[in-house]
């Protein structure tokens, strides 16, 4: 009887490593658990909203990028 008794808790406890282990995995994979401090978390959103605002104001192309240029139809000589 003592010997099933051990032979159970042995397995809840390698069930417990087990899960555990898978949520280490998991947590590293997709990033969710545990959350950083509050601090933490606001430096990040500042530096979030700052890189926002930069991107919002940057030029996609350069002054000589996009002028006009003369240009003749070609007509399809094979009608």
């Given amino acids: 009887m ?3 008794g051990f032979l159970f ?3 809840i406890s390698i069930f417990v490593l087990g899960l555990s282990i898978v949520g280490s995995i998991l947590r590293a994979l997709f990033g969710f ?3 950083s ?3 933490h978390q606001a430096t990040n959103t500042e530096e979030t909203e700052k890189q926002k605002e930069q991107s919002k104001h940057k ?3 350069g002054e000589d990028e ?3 240029v003369d ?3 070609v ?3 094979k009608k």
């Fill in 2 to 4: 003592y010997i099933l």
């Fill in 9 to 11: 808790i042995i397995i």
């Fill in 33 to 35: 658990g545990r959350r």
């Fill in 37 to 39: 401090s509050s601090t």
């Fill in 59 to 61: 030029k996609l192309f």
């Fill in 66 to 68: 996009g002028e006009y």
């Fill in 71 to 73: 240009f003749e139809e």
């Fill in 75 to 77: 007509k399809d000589s």
